[in-house]
């Protein structure tokens, strides 16, 4: 269970769940989550990055490296790595990182091209500097419009209710 919390956020079903621990009094607040891991892959990783070191000097231009998948930990280089990485709310979410290659024929330093895909974009709101919600959505944003609350039954009986409320008198308040 620790282990599951030290990630912060877990995904099921293609929905983010937000976790945190629970301490006593705490209140459970979704605006305070800065920091999530989730899933990238790098395409097109040169063989020479290929290592644990290798991968990991990738992944940190988009956050902190946790771990890689199970088949990218054979180091075998394939198509892509997948790494997972924790990133901040401010994440810039890199499309790609160009690496120093030594090329074979010249010896020349050459810069390669990796590719960066990301399993999902948790929502992250620049006002609260946080996960959780879009800048759209919070009410921090001067922009931001509260959806109308809904609107009210229309009273039926208006008389009746009238009536009631003579009949009823001022409302006795109850001590608890
Ligand atoms: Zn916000």
Redo the contacts with the bound molecule.
């Keep these: 269970m620790k282990k599951v919390l030290a990630l912060r956020s877990i995904q099921i079903g293609g929905k983010r769940l937000y976790l945190a621990p629970w301490t006593d009094g705490a209140s459970f607040q979704k605006?305070v989550i800065k920091k999530v891991s989730t899933w990238i892959k790098l395409v097109d990783v040169p063989h020479s990055y290929w290592t644990r070191e290798g991968l990991k000097h990738i992944a940190s231009a988009v956050g902190l490296p946790l771990s890689l998948d199970k088949q990218t930990a054979t180091l075998n280089p394939m198509k892509y790595a997948g790494v997972l990485v924790e990133i901040q709310y401010d994440c810039a979410y890199p499309k790609a990182v160009w690496v120093p290659v030594i090329d074979d024929e010249t010896g020349e330093v050459v810069k390669i091209r990796v590719g960066i895909d990301y399993s999902s974009v948790p929502q992250s709101?620049?006002?609260?500097r946080?996960f959780?919600?879009y800048?759209s959505?919070?009410?921090?944003?001067p922009s931001y419009v509260k959806p109308p609350a809904k609107e009210k039954a229309p009273q039926k009986n208006k008389g009746k209710e009238k009536e009631k409320d003579v009949a009823g008198g001022p409302v006795e308040k109850t001590r608890l």
Excluded: Y
Excluded at 125 to 128: I, P
């Design positions: 605006n709101c620049s006002f609260c946080a959780g919600h800048d959505r919070c009410e921090k944003n």
